[in-house]
């Protein structure tokens, strides 16, 4: 198990286990994913975005869902669009709990797993608390971006996504 505390300008906290036995590259990956359902649309979109440029630097090509919470076929339309896409891992990233008021939600906790469909099990868990900064000081689609380099960055760390480097936030990447 890993830790990712990342001073000055990161606002995510990364926990993460990944199966040490898994080293196989990776070369399509389906996304699953609720990210932007509890803050606004702009961070969901710059979130997934931002996912799909750094993995696709890291030679990564995927296909990215928005998740519903209340579809009742969901997990029939992904399998088929998986096959079509002919993905090898699926990744899933999903909301699990926050801190905040009825009004304001400071901070998200996102579920993250990755699954290796080859051997059809999970390889790789982390839960990602993101820590909301006010608007005044960062767009929430500036935050959305963040939230997609310190996820991938902790992957990369993990050396679940390899043949790239971790990025260093700056005004100009995002």
Not at 72 to 87: G, I, P, V
């Amino acid at each position: 198990m890993s830790f990712m505390l990342i001073g000055c300008g990161t606002q995510s906290h990364i926990i993460s286990n990944k199966d040490q036995t898994f080293n196989r590259p990776i070369e399509r990956i389906y996304v699953i994913s609720d990210v932007g359902l509890e803050f606004t649309p702009e961070f969901g979109k710059a979130f997934g975005s931002k996912l799909k440029t750094i993995l696709k630097d890291c030679r990564i090509e995927i296909e990215l869902r928005t998740r519903s919470r209340l579809a009742l076929d969901a997990d029939n339309t992904y399998r088929a669009e998986m096959k079509e896409f002919n993905a090898d891992s699926v990744l899933m990233v999903y909301h699990a709990g926050g801190v905040g008021s009825a009004a304001f939600i400071s901070a998200m906790t996102y579920d993250v797993r990755f699954v290796d469909l080859s051997a059809n099990r999970m390889v790789y868990r982390s839960l990602a608390t993101f820590q909301r900064e006010g608007v005044l000081w960062k767009s929430m689609e500036q935050q959305g971006f963040t939230f997609a380099i310190d996820l991938t960055n902790k992957m990369k760390e993990d050396r679940l996504i390899t043949g790239c480097q971790a990025i260093v936030e700056t005004l100009k990447n995002k």
